[in-house]
């Protein structure tokens, strides 16, 4: 009985629910293991309150060990590259950057048709900064970082479900 709908008719949601690579304590969340970050980041800012489902390998202290997916234009790959490189040179991290790919080789291709770098930061003490560095890049169209938007998470886990609230 949930009507479907698109954002163009619908542009305020109620609620967002949805799945997260990674969570911290704060409910900051890495996101786009699956290609769909800027979808995913557009639908969440347009709800009043997002939740999260998760099972309890994907709550960590610090970001990072999941590959941060960063969404990029295909035009200009290479510079934007070396920009995203040296933005992770600077927060101390070993550039490990990969550009996503699809079975047969060929890039991994967004519904936007954009590529995807994801980006091995180890650890991502702050989030916020990160963000900004990387917005600031042209050719960056997007990253999965998903700071304040994460009302509340349910984590499942061998003694059950636990409750995260922001």
Known sequence: GVPLTT????????LTIDGADEIDSQLTLIKGGGGALLREKIVAAASSRMVVIADSTKVVETLGRFPLPIEVN???????RRAVERVMAATGSEPELSCRLQADGQPFLTDGGHYIL??????????????????EIPGV?????????CDRAYVAGPDGVRTLDA
Do not use: K, M, Q, Y
């Open 118 to 135: 994801d980006a091995l930061f180890g650890r991502i003490s702050s989030p916020e900064a990160l963000s900004a560095a990387l917005l």
């Open 7 to 14: 954002l163009e008719e619908t542009p305020e949601l109620d």
């Open 141 to 149: 169209v997007e990253h999965g970082l998903f700071l304040e938007l």
């Open 74 to 80: 295909a035009f200009g790959l290479g510079v934007t």
